[in-house]
């Protein structure tokens, strides 16, 4: 399954509901996945290219938003663990820490001595190493670019699939009648009743719409949440401690990873 799409490595609750999506869309990336060049002609080519763009664009964000979640919290808890919650404390350490592993072009970065300047630093020297500037990413991002609306494709796939049954599909290829089974109370193998199939199905449904549900929330709540960000990123807040921001979105990202989030 990794070689075609690869499941989050965690035991938190996200992280499992995350894992039920990316399964949901296995099939949809295993049919539209290109094989050869003649992949690439024919009626359903543009069909299949878009279908296996958009499963790795909803891989990509059911990834990114599980990371994102993780690097604000340790960034969060770095902020008021070692910097004691203070801005430029925290900024200043970094701005030294990244020209001490990368360099400056800017001389004003530097004593006459070529030591690198820990005094009479400006906010213009700190803007792009405060706590705010590390939550933030200013450039083209997945996370921070996807909008609830460009998650309905994947919500509509997740919805199909709960539609499909591969047995349907491989007696309809085969022509011949293949038996399902299920576990007994027992735990041993028995062959299903239509009553087995019909429980397994409607199952199914439910949980897709809990699914649905999910990726439509968590993408309200990641674009709420970096607006937020955002906002304090582009104003001079920037220079504040900003105490009760950051713990609410601490507060805020904690539900979310452990699905107590409303």
Known sequence: MKDLIELIESDLPLAKAFNRVI???LLLRT???PRTFSDTTGELAAFKMQSYYETILWEKWLHGVFKRLEEWTNIINEYFDE???SWEYYALSKRLDFINEYGSDDDEDYDSDGTVKTHGITH????YHTVLSDLYYDGVDIVQDTKPKDLYSLISAIKANSQISIVDI???????QI???VLDESKNLRPATFADIVEIKVSGMVEAEDLSQLVYLLA???ELLT????AVYKSDKKYKDNHQLLKAILSEVSAILHLNCK
């Open 124 to 127: 213009d020297q700190l803007k």
């Open 83 to 85: 910097y004691s919650g």
């Open 220 to 222: 309200q709540k990641m």
């Open 23 to 25: 399964s949901k869309i």
């Open 179 to 181: 038996e399902s089974y």
């Open 31 to 33: 049919m539209s996945l």
């Open 227 to 230: 607006k937020k960000i955002e």
């Open 170 to 176: 491989l007696q309809k290829v085969s022509g011949k």
